[in-house]
């Protein structure tokens, strides 16, 4: 498959502004790989498709306020510093991409907030936008942490026009995220409400928990026609030993093992062992999943509508097979279903 298979044309009004009024009244595709039909449906109607001891696996990763704006030393330039990872927390250095670039050298300092009680300073060029700063803050890491959470803005995707607003520090985070260091909402998971995995509980559907810290290569566009010379960023992900008993039991029992999202199936992905169970994971992952691909893990999955040429969109192919997933596209475009972080869901069966 070339890049060029996974590209179409998508109209901006589709390009969700967001998010549905309530999390679990989405609109929701229905894919069935077996019998290549497509319905459509709500979100909450997801019940519908899942028996007792069926398992999802979600992605507790929480989004941290990760866009900052401050100004230039001297000239006073307003700047954007996204916070992407952070690399010591004694010493208190970043990695970050800042906006626009040009203006930000080595040496430089940024200072942030009315009383500049936040000062950066530029020690380090990575890439052409990216950064290393170097924080000073007088007071210990916790009060570091909170002074750059109470500065920080959600950061909602670029193709967001408008500003943020108060509802996005909720509703850009899924309800049951924990582990904080993700600078993207995994998606899928924003559709779920607090009724309705009440519901798939008592329904008997089990939950495990993943931790994938989704980064901004999420969003990095493909460029290069031949797909297996593209290189993912790294993002760091955990698997511990709960789900993956809970995981393998349902693999054992051929049940319905649902991914919900891209990012716990790439997760899942990089954990499988030589028998095709899930192994515990703890470090980084630059898995690339792209038809054609032999999935080990899950057999069900969530996932957004994805914009054209997209990683995710390749993997999505891969799962479901590339001609119904075009099809199921064209079907969204002609049917107003909304595309990207807080557009419509797919459900994969």
């Given amino acids: 498959m070339k890049l060029s298979h996974f590209n179409f044309n998508l109209p901006e009004e589709l390009l969700a502004e967001r998010p549905a009024e309530n999390r679990d009244e989405s609109k929701l595709m229905v894919l069935n ?17 899942f028996d007792p001891e069926d398992v999802m696996v979600l992605n507790n990763t929480k989004v941290f306020p990760a866009r900052l704006y401050g100004n230039k030393e001297k000239t006073g330039a307003r700047i954007e510093v996204f916070l992407l990872r952070e690399l010591n927390s004694e010493t208190r250095l970043w990695d970050v991409l800042v906006d626009p670039a040009r203006k930000i050298r080595i040496g430089n300092k940024l200072y942030f907030g009315d009383d500049e009680s936040l000062v950066a300073e530029v020690i380090d060029n990575t890439t052409s936008r990216g950064r290393t700063l170097r924080f ?26 408008r500003d943020v607003e108060p509802e996005d520090q909720e509703r850009y ?9 993700a600078v993207a909402a995994p998606t899928a998971g924003l559709h779920f409400s607090r009724h309705l995995l009440k519901r798939l509980e008592i329904k008997g559907v089990n939950f495990a928990e993943v931790t994938l810290h989704v980064g901004l290569g999420t969003f990095s566009p493909v460029e290069v026609e031949d797909l297996s010379k593209h290189k993912m960023d ?116």
């Fill in 234 to 349: 790294s993002e760091e992900a955990y698997i511990r030993e709960p789900a993956t008993r809970v995981i393998n039991n349902a693999i054992s029992e051929k049940r319905r093992i649902c991914a919900v999202g891209t990012t716990v199936m790439r997760a899942l992905e990089s954990a499988v062992s030589s028998g095709n169970t899930l192994n515990e994971f703890e470090g980084w992952t630059n898995k690339f999943i792209f038809p054609p691909y032999d999935f080990s893990i899950a057999n069900c999955m969530i996932t957004n509508f994805h914009t054209p040429k997209s990683t995710l969109l390749m993997m999505v192919s891969a799962f479901a097979g590339h001609d119904l997933v075009k099809k199921a596209y064209d079907e969204a475009i002609k049917e107003g279903y909304k595309f990207y972080s807080y557009g419509d869901a797919m459900l994969i069966i």
């Fill in 173 to 181: 985070q899924t309800i049951y995220a924990k582990e904080e260091g």
């Fill in 136 to 161: 000073l803050y007088d007071g210990s890491y916790e009060e570091f942490r909170r002074k750059l959470t109470d500065l920080g803005q959600t950061p909602l995707p670029k193709y967001i026009k």
């Fill in 33 to 49: 790989r077996k019998d290549q039909t497509i319905e459509h449906k709500t979100f909450k109607d997801l019940i519908d498709y």
